[in-house]
């Protein structure tokens, strides 16, 4: 084929991409991260990622607020540290407490939100929203500042979503862990750290939803469920009645050999006697 001039035009020496398949821009290193991301925990673990970050904009651009405020004091922007800072007041309907009468203050609260968990905090934190945020701000925030891979980081948020209802080991397939892979990350102290921290939170965060779980249950008739939350609540207490029994036996059984026994010395003996060796049947 000629061009415009007449000459054949030159040959290409490799043969051209595919529309469908553009050159990679090898040298952006936010392209190089978003595939690094990719290949590491795949699509469905970063849809799943993402997809649990339960916050209003309010809430996000104060989480971002006080992690400057942190980092500008030289503090850790931990989730604790931004859960302790949080202003107080506001209902979840949004209302800010009446009891609240200064305006710049009701101003404050109303702006940051209602108080999210530290969990939520968390998951924000790990999210690309954040850490471009943070760097509007002039924070860059490495999402590797915790010690973990993106692969740990990715486990955790997994394990820490009670509510897709897989056990521990789809949990582990879906997130392309295996058994030993995760075991060895359970001896190294930084994932131990964080493993236990992210497992706490979320006992500490499903406890509401255990007591009204078996609230339903007791109101439902379940007899053994209403036994267990009786001892719960302390109204049946069937060990602490043993233990009264055995100590109103004790102090009748003292009673009857002080009437008959009359040596002080024999007595003394006698009730030190009974009453260490009872106390130890009772503990028993």
Same mark, same amino acid.
Request: glycine residues 8%.
């Given at each position: 084929m000629s061009d415009s001039f007449g000459f054949d035009s030159v040959p290409s020496q490799e043969a051209p991409a595919p529309v469908s398949q553009p050159l990679p821009d090898e040298t952006d290193p936010e392209q190089l991260a978003k595939r690094m991301v990719l290949s590491t925990i795949g699509e469905s673990v970063k849809?799943?990622?993402? &997809?649990?970050?339960?916050?209003?904009?309010? #809430?996000?651009?104060?989480i971002r607020m006080l992690s400057r405020e942190l980092f500008v004091s030289r503090k850790p922007?931990?989730?604790?540290?931004?859960?302790?800072?949080? *202003? !107080?007041?506001?209902?979840?309907? $949004?209302?800010?407490?009446?009891?609240?009468?200064? *305006?710049?203050?009701? $101003?404050?609260?109303?702006?940051? $939100?209602?108080?999210?968990?530290?969990?939520?905090?968390?998951?924000?934190?790990?999210?690309?929203?954040?850490?471009?945020? /943070?760097?509007?701000?002039?924070?860059?925030?490495? *999402?590797?500042?915790?010690?973990?891979?993106?692969? #740990?980081?990715?486990?955790?948020?997994?394990?820490?979503? %009670? +509510?897709?209802?897989?056990?521990?080991?789809?949990?582990?397939?879906? +997130?392309?862990?295996?058994?030993? !892979?995760?075991?060895?990350?359970?001896?190294? %102290?930084?994932?131990?750290?964080?493993? =236990?921290?992210?497992?706490?939170?979320?006992? =500490?965060?499903?406890? %509401?939803?255990?007591? #009204?779980?078996?609230? /339903? =249950?007791? +109101? &439902?008739?379940?007899?053994? /469920?209403?036994k267990f939350g009786m001892e719960v609540t302390g109204e049946h207490d069937p060990n602490g009645k043993k233990q009264i029994d055995a100590k109103a036996f004790i102090g009748i059984l003292l009673e009857i050999i002080e009437e008959e026994v009359k040596d002080p010395q024999v007595l003394l003996r006698i009730g030190s006697k009974i009453s260490l060796r009872g106390s130890k049947a009772i503990e028993g």
């Amino acid at each position: 084929m000629s061009d415009s001039f007449g000459f054949d035009s030159v040959p290409s020496q490799e043969a051209p991409a595919p529309v469908s398949q553009p050159l990679p821009d090898e040298t952006d290193p936010e392209q190089l991260a978003k595939r690094m991301v990719l290949s590491t925990i795949g699509e469905s673990v970063k849809a799943d990622y993402e &997809a649990q970050i339960n916050l209003d904009g309010r #809430q996000k651009m104060n989480i971002r607020m006080l992690s400057r405020e942190l980092f500008v004091s030289r503090k850790p922007m931990t989730a604790e540290a931004i859960y302790d800072l949080w *202003p !107080k007041g506001l209902n979840q309907s $949004g209302v800010v407490n009446s009891s609240i009468t200064e *305006p710049s203050e009701r $101003g404050r609260i109303f702006r940051a $939100g209602f108080r999210p968990t530290i969990q939520d905090i968390q998951q924000y934190q790990s999210s690309s929203e954040y850490i471009e945020g /943070m760097g509007t701000l002039g924070i860059e925030v490495d *999402p590797n500042d915790t010690g973990l891979t993106v692969e #740990q980081l990715g486990l955790l948020t997994i394990l820490s979503n %009670p +509510a897709d209802g897989r056990d521990l080991k789809r949990k582990l397939s879906h +997130a392309g862990i295996t058994w030993n !892979k995760y075991q060895t990350w359970l001896a190294q %102290p930084v994932f131990a750290k964080h493993h =236990k921290e992210t497992m706490d939170n979320l006992l =500490k965060d499903m406890m %509401p939803i255990a007591k #009204q779980q078996m609230a /339903m =249950k007791i +109101a &439902a008739g379940d007899a053994a /469920m209403i036994k267990f939350g009786m001892e719960v609540t302390g109204e049946h207490d069937p060990n602490g009645k043993k233990q009264i029994d055995a100590k109103a036996f004790i102090g009748i059984l003292l009673e009857i050999i002080e009437e008959e026994v009359k040596d002080p010395q024999v007595l003394l003996r006698i009730g030190s006697k009974i009453s260490l060796r009872g106390s130890k049947a009772i503990e028993g």
